[in-house]
């Protein structure tokens, strides 16, 4: 029984249960009083609300009652007999006794003097009342100003109406001043419990009147979300920081005066009575999960003693101390487990022993190392190659066997080291005896099943012998290429010696005629010179490919400017055969990067086919477009086209149309463009003529 509590699975398993079983009632807990909170916050919200717009009502009763003593007081300055002045000056007398809101009333006439002041309070200095004076100047109309603080030090607000006479003007007013301390002791009484707050705001944010006298107009609530709301007359419900506490308060605009109105509480205090109700549910929750674990333990215990008894047989199959696993008497799922176990591992071991067939069956090299770079696999393909038993290498890091001439040449190191893989690497291996094998070598990770690297494979073929006939062959390429030079030789000069022929001729019509001028003859003499330094050069490509160099001197070249040229070149020849020359380029300059004698030359022959296809004359069309990265060049005929069955294999060596063609020319023109990156393909309809197209790159910008 102690085995079964010390087991790992025992503290996993009963672990769980209590994580599953408090996770539960924590959630059931949480769901309560978060409905409860809610209920009673929603409770609160619509108290504090109601309570607001009820004490909104009141208090702008009262500043309507006393705009309506000041309509009645302003009466004294319209007056003009000692008697109607008294009886004004006895009722502002009897409105400051009798209501303790007042702390005095005072009037001033048309210019801003003061006359009566009741009860006479004297101050230090005297009390401005220029801004309340300028107000009821203009407005002629009531008056509730913000709050004001006397030359006493004392802070109050005003209330003051305007005295006017029959016709309408001014003479002055009368100014009422509140006592703050009564308000703030009239929004005491009312509060909500010992935590709540009532308060009066004035437009600027200013608190007149708070319900804790220590807050009484001694903080401003101006750039709090709350006074911002007021100063735009909404109202509304707000939970957060407020006078310094967390606060649920309402608060709306007063009728009178653009004042406003806060009632509320602290959180502490509205969420008081759901505190009692959270402590009884606590204490139940606490109650169910101590039956729970009860329930738990034993559950586990019946779970998991018979979980490790066949913990304990797989244990010793993997130490082979056991052949076939016992089963489990259980009659559940437990039983099934420990016969499927024991089927398992007889096909586990069928299985082990067809991949060692297997990997001894591979003619290949095969290598497996762990995480650690150790040999774990050294098949029969492996020992041939390095002539190393699989007992001298298994079990030690593959940079210990002297296969490579150093460290850093390890393919499977580098895989373990680099985290990558290594595929078809030309390389060598030194077998036992220090003999060299050239070898191609595949290596890759293993991934666990968290996709973390358990180990490398490696894979070495001997290519010794297939090096030796690669080079045979690439000794009858050689050979075979030999023949397709020769042929291409005759027939890149001969296009160069038509241009020479045809201004040669071109000369002596003129000298025989005697209509030569200094000029044309000047230019069939530089097309003569142009087309033998073609040839010259055509030579040198020609003696480089024969030597096996293909690099070419490549610098920014322009397409515009390289047609253009040609074109000249083939003037006479054009002209003679009635054929009509159409350029279209979108560009004036289209720069690409590449060979110019080699681009001339994939040009020439492309122009060259196009009019000898139109012996009886028609258009040769010339275009250059943008399409994108490419300068696109067509080149257009009005001939006699090509068959479609053969249109195919006209960029095939050897291939030509024409019965005095060597086939070469196209062939040619398609591998130069594919060494500029390019593409080349042609359409035709026969009896309407053949379109040549021709893609090269876009020069890059500062080339």
Known sequence: MLHVWQSKITKRYLLLTLVVILFTLTLLYVLTVRVMNASVQEQIEHRDDLIARTLSKRIGFLLEKMVDDMRVASNYLTKTSKEDKAFYLSEMQRLVSRDPLYLFIQAFDQEGRLLERIPNVPFSSPNDIGPIYTRLSWSKTYYISNMIILPDGRKTIAVAYPSLDGDGRFLGGTIAYLNLNTLSDYLNELRIGQEGINAVIDRDGWVLAHSGYEESTASTIATHPVGEFLRKERYGLWEGELFGQQMIVAYRPLSKGGLGLIVGETQHQSMEPSYHVMSVLLQGFLVVLLIAVGLGLFGTTRIVKPILDLTTQVKEYKENKRKRFRPIRTNDELQELSLVLGQMAKELTDKERRLFYILESIPYGIITTD??????????????????????????????????????????????????????????????????????????????????????????????????????????????????????????????????????????????????????????????????????????????????????????????????????????????????????????????????????????NILLNSIQAMESGGNLTVRIRDIGQNWEVTIEDSGKGIPAAKLPWIFNPFFSTKREGTGLGLSIAHEIVLQHNGKIYATSEEGKGTCLYVLIPKAEVGM
């Open 371 to 604: 995480k650690n770079g150790r040999i774990t696999t050294f098949n029969k393909g492996a020992e041939e190659l390095t002539l190393f038993t699989r007992e001298e290498a298994i079990g030690k890091y593959i940079i210990d066997l002297p296969l490579k001439e150093n460290k850093e040449e390890y393919v499977a190191w580098k895989t373990l080291q680099e985290g990558k893989a290594f595929d078809e690497i030309e390389s060598y291996i030194l077998d036992k005896e220090g003999n060299r094998h050239e070898v191609r070598m595949y290596s890759s990770l293993f991934p666990g099943e968290e996709n973390e690297i358990i180990g490398a494979i490696t894979i070495i073929r001997d290519v010794s012998e297939m090096k030796k006939l690669e080079e045979y062959a690439k000794q009858s390429e050689r050979l075979a290429s030999l023949g397709q030079l020769t042929a291409g030789i005759a027939h890149e000069i001969k296009n160069p010696l038509s241009i020479i022929l045809a201004a040669a001729e071109a000369i002596k019509l003129e000298c025989t005629d005697h209509q030569s001028t200094g000029m044309s003859v000047a230019e069939l003499t530089d097309d003569i010179l142009d087309s033998a330094e073609r040839m010259n050069n055509l030579l040198a490509d020609f003696l480089k490919l024969s030597k096996d160099e293909t690099d070419s001197n490549k610098a920014p070249v322009d397409l515009v400017e390289l047609l253009n040229e040609l074109l000249h070149l083939l003037r006479k020849k054009c002209s003679d055969q009635g054929i009509l020359v159409l350029r279209r380029y979108e560009a004036d300059s289209c720069m690409v990067y590449g060979d110019k004698n080699r681009l001339t030359q994939v040009f020439l």
